[in-house]
């Protein structure tokens, strides 16, 4: 169940989102559990996401294009709209090139280099589409100086003399204030407030709604000393609930970020009932997660089961965390990389066994 739903429920009426930035009008409202709005694309080339951290860390004085402007301005109101990120390239990749008509002064070759070694960096081909928020964190994660790509050590030519502002340190600066400085955070307040909410809907709720992958998540919290009050999430609580007062409290698997069980954690995109951890890019790993773990018990989206039966099937069938949560050969800045997968093996597998053994003697 979503807040939506429960304020529903208890006869107060939802809202639709609205915004609209820059020409782009975004609406999202929302809905059941792994809703997703509709975000019209925002199509940037390269460089321009870079322009956007050096407009940040730039003195207040310094000029901003137009466009530099309105991508802020856009990913500020929309964090997980679609960006599309185009160059002039030719070859087979020509489909997508977008002409000269944003290139900067520094000249034509200048521009398809830069545009190209921006894209290496981060690992991307033209025309690849990424939310908003996932570009900028593998942006930040993976070009931390403009050093060799807005500029040169060495002025070879006339035509390689680079941005004047290549040498400021603007997108140095920008670059240490984080992607805060792109995408508002969710306030301490805000998620203060969806924890109470969130908790009262839980424990009134017929049936406790969770995405699958995150009841292993619990195990492992659980074996790692985590208790309740936890800021971040409503697991530790639900276990709480679960051996304490209710064991035969139905549980119901849902897909995304539902908002009973992750309402205060700051890695969720209320707007979309989506997880935006792991440089954004939750989403895929965890919906894999969350696929693997329902194949594994033979159960699907929607099933609902009683607390103590699922948690002894999960502890049947999932001995160990290895086979749902480790990632192999997915490297940084993979959207399948997760730094929870690539240390699997060592603490949280073994946060899962010791949260494992403990429960299957309280659950018996």
Known sequence: ????????????????????????????????????????????????????????????????????????????????????????????????????????????????????????????????????????????????????????????????????RAQTGSYENGHEKGVDAIVPPRSEEEMASEKEASLKAMHSARAVTIRPHILLCAVCQFGGGTRPPFKADNLPELLDMILHKNPDVSIKLVEGADWMICAPCPNRAPALSACVNVLGAGGLSNQKRDLDMLQKLGLEYGSTVKARDLYRLIFEKIPTTSEICQRDGNCCPSVWWDPCGESNVKQSTANYEKGRNELMERLK
């Open 1 to 164: 169940m979503d807040r939506r739903e429960f304020l529903k429920e208890a006869g107060i009426s939802g809202t639709t989102l609205l915004a609209a930035n820059s020409g782009l009008n975004v609406q999202a409202e929302q809905g059941q559990s792994g809703s997703s709005g509709t975000y019209p694309p925002l199509t940037v080339r390269p460089y321009q996401l870079l322009c956007v951290v050096c407009s940040i860390g730039a003195a207040d004085s310094a000029p901003m294009s137009e466009k530099t402007r309105a991508i802020r301005e856009a990913v500020r109101a929309t964090p997980d709209m679609p960006i599309t990120v185009v160059c002039n390239v030719g070859d087979v990749y020509v489909y997508q090139d977008p002409g000269t008509q944003e290139d900067t002064p520094e000249g034509r070759d200048f521009n398809r280099k830069r545009d190209l070694d921006i894209l290496q960096r981060l690992d991307l081909a033209p025309a690849s589409t990424l939310p908003a928020r996932t570009l900028f964190l593998r942006l930040l994660k993976q070009i931390a100086s403009v050093d060799g790509i807005c500029g040169y050590a060495a002025v070879t030519s006339g035509a390689w003399k680079g941005c004047p």
